[in-house]
């Protein structure tokens, strides 16, 4: 993902999605990894889904919701980016750097969200 820092949270979390998949895409052809790819593939994205959704009705509760949402998924995105790594030694900088951009999204996530409550 680089260092450039991407101010759009939009465009932050697609492109943490795409990352996640190119990551799996290298990742050895084991059962494990075949499993454990397809769940983080799907946090990944549901954490970008999940926060376009919180777009359309800004400061609703169901705004709120979705943004609880898309950090739930970002520290499920985590858990498996973490579990990958430890399994896949040679791809860990990738997998390390991916587990940031993890922690920074669901600081982030966790801002709006403390900002959005009455």
């Known amino acids: 993902?680089?260092?450039?820092?991407?101010y759009n949270l939009e465009d932050r979390t697609y492109l943490f999605a795409r990352e996640c998949r190119?990551?799996?895409?290298?990742?050895?052809?084991?059962?494990g990894n075949a499993e454990d790819g397809k769940q983080l593939v799907r946090a990944s994205?549901?954490?970008?889904?999940?926060?376009?959704?919180?777009?359309?009705?800004?400061?609703?509760?169901?705004s709120v919701m979705r943004a609880?949402?898309?950090?739930?998924?970002?520290r499920e995105a985590q858990y498996w980016l973490r579990?990958?790594?430890?399994l896949n030694d040679r791809l860990g900088p990738k997998a390390e750097?991916?587990?940031?951009?993890?922690?920074?999204?669901?600081?982030?996530l966790s801002s709006i969200i403390d900002k959005k409550r009455p």
């Open 1 to 6: 993902m680089g260092r450039q820092h991407i």
């Open 68 to 74: 609880k949402m898309a950090r739930k998924e970002v």
């Open 97 to 108: 750097e991916l587990i940031e951009e993890a922690a920074a999204l669901g600081n982030i």
């Open 83 to 86: 579990l990958l790594r430890d």
């Open 45 to 62: 994205g549901a954490v970008a889904a999940c926060y376009v959704g919180t777009d359309e009705r800004p400061g609703g509760k169901g």
């Open 22 to 31: 190119l990551y799996v895409e290298v990742l050895p052809k084991t059962l």
